[in-house]
């Protein structure tokens, strides 16, 4: 009797030494790509400072604003501040820097504990004394007058003042920015046939 083969049934190796169909390998996951690195933006030093009254709010902010975005620049407070006198060069500045330190000679202890404690003092002793009683006495002269500049830093200088003067009332400021204004601006803006920016619209 002649024996045929089952295909259903699977092949029985011939010999012991027949190899073994390799192992299937194992499921790959998708390569992950490097998470992209958050690029900082450039950020200037504050300028230095001499004391000035006038140059003592912006110089302020320019030191917040780099201690905001750069906090893993400073260890602690004291370090913040100690970064900030470095740019007090010369002048009242210097000065008062310098008083800080021989405090702290004196004492053993730096005067200034915390970055709050910082900005109060400096307010104390380097912003302007009344802000708004100065603007107020600016705009009822003639200095802040339009004079060689361009309109557009005149408008700036302008809106700061009123700002500071707390001025709010729409006919006052209208009155005292054309007041302000070049001669021939002001005729050209007094005889303009039609469009011409009512008494009480500042932004017109």
């Known amino acids: 009797m ?3 083969a089952n295909p259903s049934l699977p092949a029985v190796p011939n010999s012991p030494n027949t190899p073994l169909p390799p192992a299937p390998s194992p499921p790959t996951s998708p390569s992950l790509a490097p998470t992209a690195r958050r690029t900082r933006p450039k950020l200037s030093a504050p300028p230095d400072f001499s004391g000035e009254h006038h140059n003592g709010r912006a110089f302020l902010n ?3 604003l780099y201690i905001c975005l750069a906090p893993e620049q400073f260890c ?15 002048g009242r ?3 008062w820097s310098e008083n800080v330190f ?5 004492t053993g202890v730096f005067p200034i504990p915390t970055w709050g404690d910082f900005e109060q003092q400096f307010r104390l002793h380097f912003f302007p004394v009344n802000v708004k009683a100065d603007a107020i006495n600016t705009l009822e002269g003639t200095s802040y007058h339009q004079g060689g500049r361009t309109v ?3 408008l700036d200088g302008f809106q700061t003042l009123v700002s500071d003067a707390g001025y709010t009332n729409p006919r006052t400021l209208v009155v ?4 302000g204004l070049k001669l021939g601006i002001q005729n050209q803006i007094a005889t303009m046939p039609y469009g011409r920016p009512a008494d009480t619209d500042p932004d017109a």
């Open 2 to 4: 002649q024996l045929v």
């Open 102 to 106: 021989h405090q702290e000679t004196d």
């Open 76 to 90: 602690d407070e004291q370090e913040k501040i100690l970064w900030a006198l470095t740019f007090f060069k010369d």
């Open 152 to 154: 557009d830093d005149y």
């Open 93 to 95: 500045a210097a000065k």
């Open 176 to 179: 005292k920015f054309r007041r």
């Open 62 to 64: 320019s030191c917040s």
